[in-house]
């Protein structure tokens, strides 16, 4: 209990066989055993309670114990113990497998802020009628205050009187609201680590961060506790989770849905999106939201741009050219063309320039007000932000309006076809260098559709190392249902 | 996934070694594993991710498996497998123990109504900082409608503006609110089933229902989802879900604890109270609750009255007998006296009578222009309620007086001791018939308590079959916090 490392590792086999299941998923070899025990603060305090024994011969045994929380509840260990001879002659006791149970919380904290069964009904008649929803910590939801990650923020936020309309769209059709889920702080990353709840569970990839900003949103849904994440975009909140846990996910089209009662970042930027576990889902879901807005046809043929691709890790740039391969092969993607970009360091730093000018002005105030509210790396690029001076900000705008026309000239009327993001999900214990690198990268690949006011879908298609990554189509303006169906063509 | 019963029978080693488990306890031999799948309705549809097998030698296969249901997310199943030869020369694979994980829901609609993370921040300062409280659903808490476990009523009730006292109360110590948790339809059980929301489990002992009517709190707390359930008790309602699940419980002075905020069953009997795993925590939360009343010393020593201990199942007679023995031979109970109370089906009957027509009188109304809206059994009750008429409903508040004068003489300043409930928790697979013959002589022993307007301590000593049982104490009038401190010396 007190995760004497040495210890366990001692008690557990060596070698490339030995398990370790919990409720992340399952490890296999005593290596990967250890590095999880190293990364965590040791297990729950508890006792034993029933305690089950069976001899299952040639020197093994199975131990099936009821565990005893000092915290409540009742949790199950099950172990398959081998009994081996050691060098000096005695015999020794190890686990060869492990299936670890305990018990749940009342909420996932780092998932939830507040859940209902429901928090909110839906109609009783339209498209969405069974389906729930996660609702990311910026739309307002009446009845409650928006949160947006921040304690300090949420402490002093009056409960919202109406829902946003993003949320009265999915409630018409019928979904019902389960909950209001975490996100980053002000949503102004795509990591999905948050210092105040803590970093939701990566339900594809055990031990991997979730993806952000809609971090909870796309936790929820992929752990199959609700059908429908309603999150954000502004640089790739939606596209990031949705690939680094294997979702269908949809940043639609810039100012196709409308965003009152939604706490905003960089209005330039800032899209509504969905997360789903299958397209059928995420159809109905933006059939129902969008109106007429993003109705329009897909016409032009698919695009590539290899300056983008090369952004990847060597992995997923595999994956996506054996993706595309099989495209071609199926003859799916004849009229695919290679694109040449602008530079895309540059379109970055006009991105990072008015995204955090527009975020500082958002929340500036309030920051200032407020001080020590935020953690160091959410802190640091709202820093960043208030450096930006007028001028800088002025002439940043004028790029991003040029960058938008030279994309739009270049791409037309074509979808462009990309991965969702740099690489799989890194490890929650990865160098913080290393989860800002794959951070600079993915920006890269996912401002292209920011900037261009684009929708982008994120089809749960690559896996490299059994891990998901999305395959990404960014489509002309207003396509945002034909986007969908050309996903789901594809996949 | 189909629940063939024959089929899983017939991979599941025959005899008493076979173990099965899961997040509701460990089933052992093949019989009991047999019986728990003809009580449910199949497993849920699924399929195999990643799956490890070992050789165990000896005849034996150990497979761990990811299973992905198909409602989203990711379980577990670890099984021993044994390879046998059949009476036809054929081998046969039987599974000798699995354990079986499936993914968390979002919330557990069966224990809570809404959680939060938490739903209401208590005071930074004070004695149960760092306690989380499950707020049974009769009590206003400030943002949040009363439902009182029935969805026609939830739909039609205003969000409440102010907290109820018995909420304040914890909030001021530093408590925070967790959530809203159910309870049986109106309050007016005390088995724990809820016809619209489902049985909360048993915590102490797998496949039995909960008890109730502070079902929800109760379930809360065994399951180390909070410290404390507030409650309510007008009959039973905090000692029986205390009593079933090994908790900690008290049921108040008859008005001791302020009313305001909180939907009554029966005026006349209706008292608030908790429920925790700990005594020292149940201390702190009357002391920080009940101000100036329910601090009167014990001083008139203990009694029993066999005409109510006889009411009990063998089973627990013995337990209670034997505990009885134990304080005796340990001197604490030297001045136990034996007493004769009034005819317990008469005061039953009494206290049956008053009860239903003040339950009518408070919800008849509603009943009425809501038919359709209440489950079976609890419909019934109230439908008694309303064929009261005033002359039996009056001739009974003059037997209710008596009888509450007649236990005041008898009783008088000693301490009451008896079992909390009349046995351990029936299955939730059990015939009505058998659930209501409990019911009804539970309710002779724990209207003692509710006619005199005592406090009622339910103290977790007691086990029958490795069930639980609470040992109680009702105490006199307004000793509240002395009867948890005597309910902590025996223990």
Same mark, same amino acid.
């Not at 003859?331 to 530079?343: A, K, N, Q």
């Given at each position: 209990?007190?995760?004497?490392?040495?210890?366990?590792?001692?008690?557990?086999?060596?070698?490339?066989?030995?398990?370790?299941?919990? =409720?992340?998923?399952?490890?296999?070899?005593?290596? %990967?055993?250890?590095?999880?025990?190293?990364?965590?603060?040791? =297990?729950?305090?508890?006792?034993?309670?029933?305690? $089950?024994?069976? *001899?299952?011969?040639?020197?093994? +045994?199975?131990?099936?114990?009821?565990?005893?929380?000092?915290?409540?509840?009742?949790?199950?260990?099950? $172990?398959?113990?081998?009994?081996?001879?050691?060098?000096?002659?005695?015999?020794?006791?190890?686990?060869? @497998?492990?299936?670890?149970?305990?018990?749940?919380?009342?909420?996932?904290?780092? #998932?939830?802020?507040?859940?209902?069964?429901?928090?909110?009904?839906?109609? #009783?008649?339209?498209?969405?009628?069974?389906?729930?929803?996660?609702?990311?910590?910026?739309?307002?939801?009446?009845?409650?205050?928006?949160? =947006?990650?921040?304690? %300090?923020?949420? =402490?002093?936020?009056?409960?919202?009187?109406?829902?946003?309309?993003?949320?009265?769209?999915?409630? /018409?059709?019928?979904?019902?609201?389960?909950?209001? +889920?975490?996100?980053?702080?002000?949503?102004?990353?795509?990591?999905?680590?948050?210092?105040?709840?803590?970093?939701?569970?990566?339900?594809? #990839?055990?031990?991997?961060?979730?993806?952000?900003?809609?971090?909870?949103?796309?936790?929820?849904?992929?752990?199959?506790?609700?059908?429908?994440?309603?999150?954000?975009?502004?640089?790739?909140?939606?596209?990031?989770?949705?690939?680094? $846990?294997?979702?269908?996910?949809?940043?639609?089209?810039? *100012?196709?849905?409308?965003?009152?009662?939604?706490?905003?970042?960089?209005?330039?930027?800032?899209?509504?999106?969905?997360?789903?576990?299958?397209?059928?889902?995420?159809?109905?879901?933006?059939?129902?939201?969008?109106?007429?807005?993003?109705?329009?046809?897909?016409?032009?043929?698919?695009?590539?741009?290899?300056?983008?691709? %090369?952004?990847?890790?060597?992995? #997923?740039?595999?994956?996506?050219?054996?993706?595309?391969?099989?495209?071609?092969?199926?003859?799916?993607?004849?009229?695919?063309?290679?694109?040449?970009?602008?530079?895309?360091?540059?379109?970055?730093?006009?991105?990072?320039?008015?995204?955090?000018?527009? /975020?500082? @002005?958002?929340?500036?105030?309030?920051?200032?007000?407020?001080?020590?509210?935020?953690?160091?790396?959410?802190?640091?690029?709202?820093?960043?932000?208030?450096?930006?001076?007028? *001028?800088?900000?002025?002439?940043?705008?004028? %790029?991003?309006?040029?960058?938008?026309?030279?994309?739009?000239?270049?791409?037309?009327?074509?979808?462009?076809?990309?991965?969702?993001?740099?690489?799989?999900?890194?490890?929650?214990?990865? *160098?913080?260098?290393?989860?800002?690198?794959?951070? $600079?990268?993915?920006?890269?690949?996912?401002?292209?559709?920011?900037?261009?006011?684009?929708?982008?879908?994120?089809?749960?298609?690559?896996?490299?190392?059994?891990?998901?990554?999305?395959?990404?189509?960014?489509?002309?303006?207003?396509?945002?249902?034909?986007?969908?169906?050309?996903?789901?063509?594809?996949?």
């Amino acid at each position: 209990m007190a995760n004497e490392v040495e210890t366990l590792d001692r008690l557990f086999a060596p070698g490339e066989e030995t398990l370790l299941g919990d =409720a992340g998923g399952i490890l296999v070899g005593h290596d %990967a055993i250890s590095a999880f025990r190293q990364g965590r603060d040791g =297990a729950p305090a508890r006792i034993i309670g029933d305690l $089950q024994v069976r *001899d299952l011969g040639n020197d093994r +045994a199975l131990i099936v114990a009821m565990t005893l929380p000092a915290s409540g509840g009742r949790g199950q260990q099950t $172990q398959v113990w081998h009994r081996s001879s050691t060098n000096d002659g005695d015999v020794d006791w190890l686990i060869e @497998a492990t299936h670890v149970s305990v018990p749940a919380p009342a909420i996932a904290a780092s #998932v939830w802020r507040v859940v209902g069964s429901p928090l909110v009904a839906g109609a #009783v008649d339209g498209p969405l009628v069974g389906k729930t929803v996660a609702v990311k910590d910026l739309f307002a939801v009446a009845g409650f205050a928006v949160g =947006a990650g921040v304690p %300090a923020y949420l =402490a002093e936020s009056p409960r919202s009187v109406t829902h946003a309309s993003a949320v009265t769209a999915l409630l /018409a059709a019928g979904a019902a609201v389960q909950g209001i +889920a975490q996100t980053d702080e002000f949503a102004y990353s795509v990591a999905g680590k948050n210092s105040h709840y803590g970093t939701p569970p990566n339900v594809a #990839v055990a031990g991997a961060i979730p993806g952000g900003s809609s971090s909870g949103p796309a936790t929820a849904v992929a752990s199959g506790q609700v059908s429908i994440g309603l999150g954000t975009d502004t640089g790739g909140s939606i596209r990031v989770p949705a690939s680094y $846990q294997g979702l269908w996910g949809l940043r639609t089209t810039h *100012d196709a849905i409308a965003r009152d009662g939604l706490l905003g970042l960089a209005p330039s930027f800032d899209t509504v999106g969905w997360m789903t576990r299958d397209a059928a889902t995420l159809r109905a879901v933006a059939s129902a939201s969008l109106g007429s807005a993003g109705r329009k046809a897909v016409f032009g043929g698919f695009a590539v741009a290899p300056a983008l691709v %090369a952004l990847a890790s060597p992995g #997923v740039q595999d994956a996506f050219a054996a993706a595309l391969m099989r495209l071609a092969e199926a003859g799916l993607t004849d009229d695919l063309v290679e694109l040449t970009l602008p530079d895309v360091d540059d379109l970055h730093e006009i991105f990072r320039t008015v995204q955090s000018a527009e /975020a500082w @002005a958002t929340h500036g105030e309030w920051i200032t007000a407020h001080p020590g509210s935020l953690g160091g790396e959410i802190a640091a690029r709202f820093a960043f932000g208030s450096t930006v001076d007028p *001028d800088t900000r002025s002439f940043a705008s004028q %790029a991003l309006e040029l960058a938008r026309e030279r994309i739009e000239s270049i791409v037309g009327d074509r979808v462009l076809l990309l991965p969702s993001a740099s690489s799989t999900a890194p490890s929650t214990t990865a *160098d913080a260098e290393i989860i800002e690198q794959v951070r $600079q990268s993915t920006l890269r690949l996912s401002c292209v559709a920011s900037i261009a006011g684009r929708p982008a879908l994120s089809v749960p298609a690559l896996t490299v190392d059994g891990a998901p990554v999305g395959f990404c189509l960014v489509g002309p303006p207003n396509t945002d249902i034909a986007l969908i169906a050309l996903g789901e063509s594809l996949a």
